[in-house]
């Protein structure tokens, strides 16, 4: 199971109103929005066009999803690439939160082997956390924030067999599985519900793991060798959707869709940021499909001449839903049949490089 050493204690922002850079060479990049103040003394590397509207949507879910509406006084300084940034003494990461300065420190906008502002989206989400929160122990602070943001590429579906979680209870941040402590977390949602794990995650903080376990024992009438058994023992276990699924935004299937793009980091469709020598950009859709059965699809994209880039391109079909009907499939440019089942998904368009992406789903036989 991958592990994820970023950001122990992060918060992040939202982000809303004018975008303002100024991006001359040798000259800090800064960036006003509502909700927050960017500076990267990083002037090699940018963000995209997309990357505050999607950002902001983002948070304003994620506060959603706690019941409440983006406080209009969030205001949260992130500074990416600072010379003295106090991560690495601190927490032994490259990206942290500092509660002391209410700031944000990002040592790059995007690393490989991350979703496209996933680091981003893990610390926005310890910002709403926090503000409606407060902090927790690094185990149910980490595993929250990484329930709803989903960082890394492959984390979808829990690994088999589940590996227990007792231990990193009462563990600094840096020997916490974020991916466990997220599968684990959302399972405590979803069988105990929230306002008992809101309890937990506020009396936690500063508890050592026999504490953490009277804790639980107290808040759910269960002692935490049950809880865990049954974590272990039950279904699958997964991470929840924000970043991707969008039910309000779906457009319908029917007998076919088409869909293109401009891949590019100047077009307002796409989130990410790029570099001097590299580009990480995204954007997505959520589906309704409303017929189970065959369907057709067709990706297409050309490949700049001699780049070496095309593996990282990705077309990403997330299948939405509960723990048991998450699925994802990966596809470069294509024309195969596939077998799917009515419900929601989302369309992800990952790329290196510019170009223009075109899709065409077409249902074949019902």
Known sequence: MSKIR???????????????????????????????????????????????????????????????????????????????????????????????EETIYLADLDLQGRRTHGIIRHELTHAVIDRMWGQSAPFFNEGLAESLSRTLVHSWSASEPLEPVGDMLGSVPAEVEYTAAAYFTRFLIDTRGLAPFKKLFQAARGRSREEIEALMAEIYGESFAALEAEYLSGPARCQYQLDVCEPGSAESVGAGFHLTRAASCDDPDFYGSIGSDDLDIATQQTLAVAVSGTYRLRVDYDVPLLSADYPRSQVRLTRCGECDEQSVQMFHRTDEELELEAGLYALEIVMPFDTVVSIDLELLDP
């Open 6 to 100: 970023h950001a122990p204690y992060a918060i992040s922002f939202a982000v809303a109103g004018a975008w303002l850079c100024a991006c001359s060479p040798g000259a800090e990049s800064r960036g006003y929005g509502s909700y927050v103040d960017f500076t990267t003394a990083n002037d090699t590397r940018r963000l995209c066009s997309g990357s505050m509207p999607h950002l902001e949507h983002y948070i304003d879910r994620a506060f959603d999803f706690f019941g409440t509406e983006t406080p209009e006084d969030l205001h949260i300084p992130l500074l990416v690439g600072d010379p003295e940034s106090p991560c690495t003494e601190l927490f032994f990461s490259t990206s942290c939160y500092v509660a002391a």
